[in-house]
Nanobody, 115 residues
Framework: QVQVMESGGGLVQPGGSLRLSCAAS????????MSWYRQVPGQERELVAS???????NYADSVKGRFTISRDDAKNTVYLQLNSLKPEDTAVYYC?????????WGQGTQVTVSS
């Protein structure tokens, strides 16, 4: 079993930055990849970015060039750096740990972009 916990959300003005953290614990050796999703009320959860064990990354078109996913294996933590934030980036951001046959979600952290 794997537990993931997000942190780092908050209120930021348009154009600002935030760094989200996702700490994993438990059977972390079984994790193949980590990803960040976001969800707005009334809409489906969407993939924002992902990173595999070999460091390969993938981004949604809407965040390319603005968001960066990275990992610190020594801390069992994945980060999502959010730059040049826009009001439409407002959402609950979730971390997901991918194992071979299942995945685990965190509880989410709210990001609000507003002036």
């Amino acid at each position: 079993q794997v537990q993931v916990m997000e942190s780092g959300g908050g209120l930021v003005q348009p154009g600002g930055s935030l760094r989200l953290s996702c700490a994993a614990s438990g059977s972390i050796f079984a994790i193949n990849a980590m990803s960040w999703y976001r969800q707005v009320p009334g809409q489906e959860r969407e993939l924002v970015a992902s990173i595999t064990n070999d460091g390969s990354t993938n981004y949604a078109d809407s965040v390319k060039g603005r968001f960066t996913i990275s990992r610190d294996d020594a801390k069992n933590t994945v980060y999502l750096q959010l730059n040049s934030l826009k009001p439409e980036d407002t959402a609950v951001y979730y971390c997901r740990a991918h194992l071979l046959f299942r995945s685990y979600w965190g509880q989410g952290t709210q990001v609000t972009v507003s002036s």
